[in-house]
């Protein structure tokens, strides 16, 4: 299942986000230095087409790989 906008993702300790200028190159970054749980706002293709996620991270909108998002998902209650 794809990530939407609304939803949590996880994203282990060790992971970049980027950030892009007007201009496509990248305008800053942040390192996760612990695993943290962090809201979508929406996707973002980048430079050469590549897809990102936006994320919110201290108050923020970052963007990070699909392949270091990961869905949250419930257990069941039975």
């Not at 994203?11 to 943290?36: H, M, Y």
């Not at 990102?52 to 998902?73: G, K, M, T």
Request: aromatic share 12%; net charge negative; proline share 5%.
């Amino acid at each position: 299942m794809k990530i939407k906008k609304g939803d949590l993702t996880f994203i282990p300790a060790g992971t970049t986000l980027i950030r892009f200028s007007e201009e496509g190159a990248v305008d800053g970054f942040k390192n996760l230095l612990n695993p943290s749980t962090l809201a979508v706002a929406g996707s973002f293709t980048g430079p050469n087409d590549v897809e990102y996620y936006s994320v919110i991270y201290e108050d923020q909108r970052w963007l990070a790989r699909p392949l270091d998002c990961f869905e949250i998902v419930g257990r069941s209650h039975d």
